[in-house]
């Protein structure tokens, strides 16, 4: 079992080049639309890294309504890169500032989906680690809450279980795990720290 220094840039030494070997898959060669989300961890050794998600704010016009997900969204004229995006959509969302200097590096850009059916649009994941204390400050119209979960909660076999989806062709039951809260973690999201835990795979047990 790994522990890791207290100093911040050993453990940004150790995960970083996880996360560029092999280079993330990207989508921008053939899909027009996308969005960028920040996927934030915090702890100082591995046996105690955290995943911080949001629960979407409960809206009856919103069908992702209090679904978990990251802070982020659609890249707008005023953000010069994608990296902007995240960080400007984490400061709007949940009033965290984060830097430059905490990110890791991306995940593979996921093609996004609606019942099933491939979109023409994708999400990039920027991953970050933090070692500071932040105050959060949520906009309520976008976000019901922010939470921390461990890794090792995604991972342990008790908290694996199915969520129903209703779509128009009948029922779907799709992969997911339980956070202590409904619905559960499922869909982009899920497939998303998947991505991030095969990435981590062999270092974080």
Known sequence: MYTIPRRNFALKDLLSPLLQNPSPVELHTRLTRHACVAIILKG???DDMQIAFIQRAFN???????QIAFPGGKREEI???DLAVALRETREEVGIELQSFELLGRLDDIQARKAGTLLDFYIRPFVFHIKREFGVMLDAAEVADFFWVPLKHIQDPQRQTQYEVRREVGVA???AVYLDR???LWGLTYMMVLNLLER???IIK
């Not at 009856?60 to 209090?66: A, E, L, Q, T, V």
């Open 44 to 46: 100082q050794t591995l």
């Open 60 to 66: 009856p016009n919103d069908r992702w309504s209090g």
């Open 79 to 81: 953000d010069e890169t």
């Open 173 to 175: 039951q799709l992969p």
């Open 182 to 184: 409904e619905p559960p």
């Open 200 to 202: 981590f795979r062999g």
